[in-house]
Antibody, heavy 122, light 108 residues
């Protein structure tokens, strides 16, 4: 069974760092791009970025470039999303997704993790 | 940048057909993908590449694209279909995927 298992909910203070994880199983991790999607409270979906675990190539939504870092450890089939300094506005659910790239201008997200709730408050 | 428009809400009686629309400039030239998000759950892909259903998605869900807007049609609507539905396309202007704002389907 294809699964993306995300790490648990986090409660942090502004300025703190954080790294959340997404461990995949049921398919070859290095054969697919893995991405992250943000959903702020009561809002819609926003694509943040993706990584190709085989060579760690990344692409970011310009809105998130420099704000987060996406990485992967192919030895344990795990992708990561990290912040160096959280802000209250980072409060959201973050979904890990498997990315299907039909070609350069057609992507979609066929498998979703259950999400990691990140709460940032002083 | 590219804007994807969805009506905020759609209501339909059980057993009827729901039509959820997704509009945007030249959307007929783009591949449209649809996701269902039930309350408190992660989104699920229900249609990809305009009309294709992933395995396990009921035939009641179908995508149609014959112009603007693209549509997701849900036939014989059930109470369990209550959810937010998001369309997603490629934003050629910015070279990235983009979601519509979502449509909340209410089953009366």
């Amino acid at each position: 069974e294809v699964q993306l298992v995300q790490s648990g909910a986090e409660v942090k203070k502004p300025g703190e760092s954080l790294k959340i994880s997404c461990q995949v199983s049921g398919y070859v991790f290095t054969a697919y791009w893995t991405g992250w999607v943000r959903q702020m409270p009561g809002k819609g979906l926003e694509w943040m970025g993706i990584i190709f675990p085989r060579d760690s190539e990344t692409q970011y939504n310009p809105s998130f470039q420099g704000q987060v870092t996406i990485s992967a450890d192919k030895s344990i089939a795990t992708a990561y999303l990290q912040w160096d300094s959280l802000k209250a506005s980072d409060t959201a659910i973050y979904y890990c997704v498997r990315v299907i790239r039909r070609h350069l201008s057609n992507w979609y997200f066929d498998i979703w993790g259950r999400g990691t709730l990140v709460s940032v408050s002083s | 940048s590219y804007v994807v428009t969805q009506e905020p809400s759609v209501s339909v009686a059980p057993g009827q057909t729901a039509t959820i629309r997704c509009g945007g400039n030249n959307i007929e030239t783009k591949s449209v993908h649809w996701y269902q998000q039930k309350p408190g759950q992660a989104p699920v892909l229900v249609v990809h590449d305009d009309t294709d259903r992933p395995s396990g998605i009921p035939e009641r869900f179908s995508g149609v694209k014959s112009g603007d807007p693209a549509t997701l049609t849900i036939r014989r609507v059930e109470a369990g279909d209550e959810a937010d539905y998001y369309c997603q396309v490629w934003d050629s202007d910015n070279g990235q995927p983009i979601f519509g704002g979502g449509t909340t389907l209410t089953v009366l």
